[in-house]
């Protein structure tokens, strides 16, 4: 996302050198620079205390199974909005999350931020945006992924942490 106007008071904006950035684009009004940035969203690997893997269904139409995703409100932290977002889609209890990566996704201009997140393993109270939720081992639950989706490696990453003993969750 780039401004072209101030968000706050829709002044025109003009490039101003702001340190090390290089040029930036400026309210004069506001006195302040508006930084291009991408939407902060959170992808949830969910996995349960006895290591099943939970994939959701979203409800517009969604052939295949998804993890829980989300965008980061604002004032809120990655890790609260991957709490936040489990509930609401699944009713599950996240009981601690590790930041695997980020990545940057140009079709939606977001920046994902993917998170392993452990989860009490209860009976799912689906959101009106989740058609289903299952639970998976991880061999079935690659299977159960897009071909590529970001699901898939972030169940590689959890593999080779735990095999380093550094997943901590
Ligand atoms: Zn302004």
């Known amino acids: 996302m780039k401004f072209d106007h101030c968000p706050k008071c829709g002044e025109k904006l003009v490039p101003k050198q702001i340190g090390d950035e290089g040029n930036v684009p400026y309210c004069k009004n506001c006195e302040r620079p508006f930084f ?84 009490r393993k209860a009976e799912t109270r689906l959101s009106g945006e989740v058609s289903e939720a299952a639970w998976f081992t991880r061999d079935e639950a690659e299977n159960a992924l897009f071909p590529g989706a970001y699901g898939i490696d972030m169940l590689h990453e959890v593999t080779r942490l735990e095999k380093e003993g550094l997943l901590g969750i």
């Open 36 to 119: 291009p940035f991408s939407y902060p969203c959170v992808i949830c690997l969910c996995i349960s205390e006895d290591d099943e893997v939970l994939l959701i269904k979203q409800s517009y139409g969604i052939i295949r199974y998804v993890c829980v995703a989300g965008y980061i409100k604002a004032g809120e932290g990655a890790e609260e909005c991957a709490k936040r977002e489990i509930a609401e889609e699944t009713g599950l209890e996240m009981l601690g999350a590790r930041f695997l990566y980020s990545k940057y996704y140009e079709k939606h201009d977001n920046l994902m931020l993917a998170f392993a997140c452990r989860v």
